[in-house]
């Protein structure tokens, strides 16, 4: 009798230990699920993923990239960025999308839509599930 007690009380604490380890992984999963992507002239970027806010995500993401940029925000999803390579000063394109291969796909259509003549991915980056 005591010997299945003991192993009732082990079987709970197991139980209340798994169920503390879910709550905290969903938790930071749902907190650390901001991103941004900053691009600018000449195929300047900047890349900030998996932090907290979008306001830091943001900050982070326009520090890295040289010059006036453009900073897109995204939350569980992808950022991809498309330059000419024959004219990286010239046509681009820019996308966030739920995921990587759409914005691939968007961001070098969008550069083509422009005028680019040989668009290549220049950068991209995915937050969270994205």
């Known amino acids: 009798m005591i ?7 082990r079987r709970a604490l197991f139980v209340v230990a798994l169920t503390l380890i879910l709550a905290v992984s969903s938790y930071i999963n749902r907190t650390w699920a901001a991103g941004a ?9 900047g890349q900030a993923y998996d932090y907290p806010v979008v306001e830091t995500a943001r900050a982070a993401a326009l520090k890295q990239c040289k010059g006036a940029c453009t900073a897109l925000t995204m939350r569980r999803a992808c950022a991809a ?4 390579m024959t004219n990286p ?5 820019y996308a966030v999308k739920p995921s990587i291969s759409s914005s691939l796909n968007a961001a070098t259509k ?21």
């Open 3 to 9: 010997v299945s007690t003991v192993a009732a009380r």
């Open 37 to 45: 992507f900053a691009v600018g002239k000449c195929g300047a970027y």
């Open 89 to 93: 000063c010239g046509p681009h394109g």
């Open 110 to 130: 969008k550069c083509y839509e422009f005028g680019g003549k040989e668009c290549v991915i220049r950068a991209w980056a995915c937050d969270a599930k994205g």
């Open 81 to 84: 960025f498309a330059v000419d």
